[in-house]
């Protein structure tokens, strides 16, 4: 390789690397933390294995982020909608009224689905109740990144219906303690 070719190299590796650096600091802006995952419908008509393994990826579902501070008090809240590949990524300043974030008392969970088969929220993988931000899945210079498993919905065909008993139902007045 003569001079000529060494050359290019160099400049070819300067070049790639520029663009790499750059690619990262757009995802890695100083003190913001980003929080990602995707949303699948669970469709329970489906053998086992598609059912458990076969999530199809929802596009329009909104997830939100709510974070509290000591006193259980809302600091920060916002949401996304997820994308053609059922992904979505919120993103959240580090500091919010000049203190920081307390990322343990932060929390991520589904809020609707404009789908109109596949629009019941289910706990699989905790997106009904909502899953606490622990332990960053990367950190890189200024890029914190959280990478949850994954949200699902189901369709009503699949939802387990609600066959707890309340005692404070009225009870039927024509027989002694019987339940409708």
Same mark, same amino acid.
């Given at each position: 390789?003569?001079?000529?070719?060494?050359?290019?190299?160099?400049?070819?590796?300067?070049?790639?690397?520029?663009?790499?650096?750059?690619?990262?600091?757009?995802?890695?802006?100083?003190?913001?933390?980003?929080?990602?995952?995707?949303?699948?419908?669970?469709?329970?008509?489906?053998?086992?294995?598609?059912?458990?393994?076969?999530?199809?990826?929802?596009?329009?579902?909104?997830?939100?982020?709510?974070?509290?501070?000591?006193?259980?008090? %809302?600091?920060?809240?916002?949401?996304?909608?997820?994308?053609?590949?059922?992904?979505? @990524?919120?993103? %959240?300043?580090?500091?919010?009224?000049?203190?920081?974030?307390?990322?343990?008392?932060?929390?991520?969970?589904?809020?609707?689905?404009? @789908?109109? %088969?596949?629009?019941?929220?289910?706990?699989?993988?905790?997106?009904?109740?909502?899953?606490?931000?622990?332990?960053?899945?990367?950190?890189?210079?200024?890029?914190?990144?959280?990478?949850?498993?994954?949200?699902?919905?189901?369709?009503?065909?699949?939802?387990?219906?609600?066959?707890?008993?309340?005692?404070?139902?009225?009870?039927?007045?024509?027989?002694?303690?019987?339940?409708?």
């Amino acid at each position: 390789m003569g001079f000529a070719g060494a050359l290019v190299f160099i400049f070819a590796s300067m070049l790639v690397g520029c663009t790499n650096n750059l690619a990262v600091s757009a995802l890695g802006e100083p003190g913001v933390i980003h929080v990602g995952g995707k949303v699948l419908c669970q469709d329970c008509t489906q053998g086992w294995n598609k059912w458990v393994n076969g999530g199809k990826p929802m596009k329009g579902v909104r997830v939100s982020l709510t974070c509290m501070d000591k006193r259980s008090r %809302v600091v920060h809240y916002t949401s996304d909608t997820t994308d053609e590949l059922g992904q979505y @990524d919120l993103a %959240v300043n580090k500091y919010v009224n000049g203190k920081e974030l307390q990322t343990k008392r932060c929390s991520v969970r589904l809020v609707s689905s404009q @789908d109109t %088969v596949c629009n019941i929220l289910t706990d699989f993988g905790g997106g009904k109740s909502g899953v606490k931000l622990n332990s960053p899945t990367s950190v890189y210079r200024s890029l914190i990144k959280y990478v949850l498993n994954p949200f699902y919905y189901t369709t009503p065909m699949c939802d387990k219906p609600d066959t707890d008993v309340d005692v404070s139902e009225p009870k039927d007045s024509h027989r002694q303690g019987g339940y409708y």
